[in-house]
């Protein structure tokens, strides 16, 4: 696979490492790889995501609960950390704000069990995803916020190609703005299949399997 390199910004615990190639997601083909495996699983670095996220909802929303798809829970804590020491407002009896994570039936679908489904009803509910792209993992998120009863205030996400997703504001600290010519596919109309320039590596949200 092609080497990966960082795009830097001025806080040296905020880039974005990616490599250039062919790649196949879940639901699209790419010819950049995003890696946000360090954000996700480093304190330092997850913090860094977090104070830059947090900008946009700590002044005018109100998050009772962040739900982390893409195994983002250690930013997502992050951002409650941060949302609480600023004294956030919250709608919450204890205060806090809560932390929780989809579980995905054999169909795909998204469920919380009796035990987190208060943690959702009637609650403001930020959608932290790693990554925005096609947009149906954070759409997939907002339709089980919604029938659970909950409350979408915002998705945020570290890489994203949108600006909305099914009606609701995508905040992101990179785009395609930030990759020389960025492309994502689908995957039966691809370019780059047709081209005959063979896939190198398959990739989610755990990482990427090369071919």
């Keep these: 696979m092609a080497e990966l390199y960082k795009i830097r910004t001025k806080n040296k615990n905020l880039f974005l490492r990616v490599a250039k190639g062919h790649f196949a997601t879940t639901h699209s083909h790419t010819n950049y790889f995003i890696d946000v495996t360090t954000q996700k699983t480093r304190l330092s670095e997850?913090?860094?995501?977090?104070?830059?996220?947090?900008?946009?909802?700590?002044?005018?929303?109100?998050?009772?609960?962040?739900?982390?798809?893409?195994?983002?829970?250690?930013?997502?804590?992050?951002?409650?950390?941060?949302?609480?020491?600023?004294?956030?407002?919250?709608?919450?009896?204890?205060?806090?704000?809560?932390?929780?994570?989809?579980?995905?039936?054999?169909?795909?679908?998204?469920?919380?069990?009796?035990?987190?489904?208060?943690?959702?009803?009637?609650?403001?509910?930020?959608?932290?995803?790693?990554?925005?792209?096609?947009?149906?993992?954070?759409?997939?998120?907002?339709?089980?916020?919604?029938?659970?009863g909950g409350r979408v205030v915002g998705v945020s996400a570290i890489f994203a190609t949108v600006d909305n997703c099914d009606g609701y504001p995508v905040t992101s600290i990179f785009n395609p703005n930030n990759l020389e010519n960025y492309q994502s596919y689908n995957s039966h109309n691809c370019p780059l299949c047709k081209s005959g320039h063979k896939i190198e590596a398959l990739v989610n949200s755990f990482g990427y399997s090369k071919l």
């Design 46 to 148: 997850a913090k860094a995501v977090a104070k830059e996220l947090v900008s946009e909802y700590i002044h005018n929303t109100i998050v009772d609960t962040i739900l982390c798809v893409d195994g983002t829970e250690v930013i997502g804590a992050c951002i409650a950390d941060e949302l609480t020491k600023a004294d956030f407002v919250n709608m919450n009896a204890h205060q806090t704000i809560y932390v929780i994570s989809p579980e995905y039936t054999a169909g795909g679908q998204i469920m919380f069990r009796d035990n987190l489904t208060p943690m959702v009803a009637g609650k403001h509910i930020l959608v932290l995803s790693a990554s925005v792209t096609t947009g149906k993992t954070a759409q997939a998120a907002i339709e089980a916020v919604s029938y659970y």
